[in-house]
């Protein structure tokens, strides 16, 4: 594959970089509706993001297991840093949900393989704001926009077996579900199975 050397800005970091002759980029800042907006995390939004985590400790634990690193508003700053690192280097991107102004969940691209231009994601909302279809508009304009805007490939969401609420959301985009890793996380005192599901750019684009 031809390949041609990237220089851009980042998040206040330059990158020289070995790219595909299609570049993949990844915005800040995602407008959904007009009350819906996706936007990359900052140091000063960990407070609110914190809040947002304790109030939905209970909930969130039944399926997340990085709760137990989640303490303190230092912890939240600690994660917002490292995952703003992994932004400028183009590995990983942690995106607030903001409903009517305020935090209602993330949406993070946890994973980026630049070679084979593909992005694993993952989310959690606020329970009080579950079930009004806000989690599959936000993850339906975020997978538009990768794969089309940003020229990725391949999307990928994974889910523990017994998420039902998240397994529903690739269902409803029409992702494929591709298998299920037996045992593959540690969930505080089991394993649990995932499931993997993933859709390709011609995919998505064949659904109109």
Known sequence: ??????????????????????????????????????????LNDADDLFKVVNKNRKFLRNHLPWLDDT???????DFIFDQSEKAGRLEAMLFLIEYQGEI?????????DQGNRTAWIGYWLD????GNGLMTRSVS???????????????????????????????RLGFRKEGVSVEREWLYDHWIDIVQYAITAKEWNAQG
Request: charged share 20%.
């Open 127 to 130: 329970e009080d704001r579950c």
């Open 1 to 42: 594959m031809n390949t041609i050397h990237i220089e851009s800005t980042y998040h206040g970091i330059h990158i020289l970089s070995t790219q595909p002759a299609v570049v993949i980029y990844i915005p800040d800042a995602i407008p959904v509706s007009e009350d819906l907006n996706l936007r990359a995390a900052r």
């Open 104 to 112: 209602a969940g993330t949406l993070s691209i946890n994973r980026i």
């Open 141 to 171: 304009v975020l997978v538009d926009v990768l794969l089309n805007a940003c020229s990725f490939h391949r999307v990928v969401i994974e889910a523990g077996i017994d998420n039902i609420p998240s397994r529903a959301i690739p269902e």
């Open 71 to 77: 303490n303190s508003v230092s912890d939240e700053i």
